[in-house]
């Protein structure tokens, strides 16, 4: 269990934090190093290395901090509702916080950002399951119905829309995606499989 700093403590990590993250995005990983961050955030580079090692280890908190929110999936009444929905907000992230894609490409990098996100991923899939549950107690969708293979198949084309083609958002596929995927769970597509 990671102990949550109050007080000073959470200030100074909410100055460091934000300072990795515009760094990133003004510099790119390459330009990304402790003394800049120390810089940037207004303490001693002593504070940055004690607390947080060095680069990798930077990401890595910038990427746990950001699975630490509230957040929990849309819920429309439908899968394919919610599966737009879903796929709309992935589609926001990556558009309009050019720190989610910077972040992505850094967990390329660095070992440290690569398990950070992979546990980042672990938790939103595990809070996204509940979308699949909810299509399967409406008969939506038949029991046994895979919620990562439906998560993943419905986002995935937002993220190659957007990461990989750069083409920016196409709010169109994000609700084609959610209506084939829903329509190929309700077929039974997706039973059997890894759950959650």
Do not use: K
């Not at 596929?173 to 077929?187: C, F, I, S, Y």
């Amino acid at each position: 269990m990671v102990r949550r700093p109050g007080g000073r403590s959470a200030r100074i990590r909410g100055h460091v934090l934000r300072a990795v993250r515009e760094l990133l995005v003004e510099r790119g990983y390459d330009a990304l190093s402790v003394d800049a961050v120390a810089e940037r955030a207004a303490v001693h580079r002593t504070t940055v290395y004690r607390r947080w090692r060095d680069v990798g280890g930077l990401l890595a908190d910038v990427l746990d901090a950001a699975g630490s929110d509230g957040w929990q999936p849309p819920d429309t009444g439908t899968l394919e509702g919610d599966l737009a929905a879903l796929n709309s907000e992935v589609e926001a992230g990556l558009t309009g916080e050019p720190v989610t894609a910077a972040l992505i490409a850094a967990s390329f990098r660095s070992p440290e950002a690569a398990s950070a996100l992979q546990r980042f991923w672990e938790d939103r899939y595990a809070r996204c399951a509940v979308v699949v549950e909810r299509g399967v107690a409406r008969g939506e969708c038949p029991a046994g119905t895979c919620a990562r293979g439906v998560l993943v198949a419905s986002t995935a084309p937002v993220y190659q829309q957007v990461l990989l083609m750069r083409g920016g958002g196409d709010p169109l596929l994000a609700r084609q995606a959610a209506r084939g995927v829903a329509l190929a769970a309700a077929g039974g597509v997706f039973v059997g499989g890894r759950q959650g």
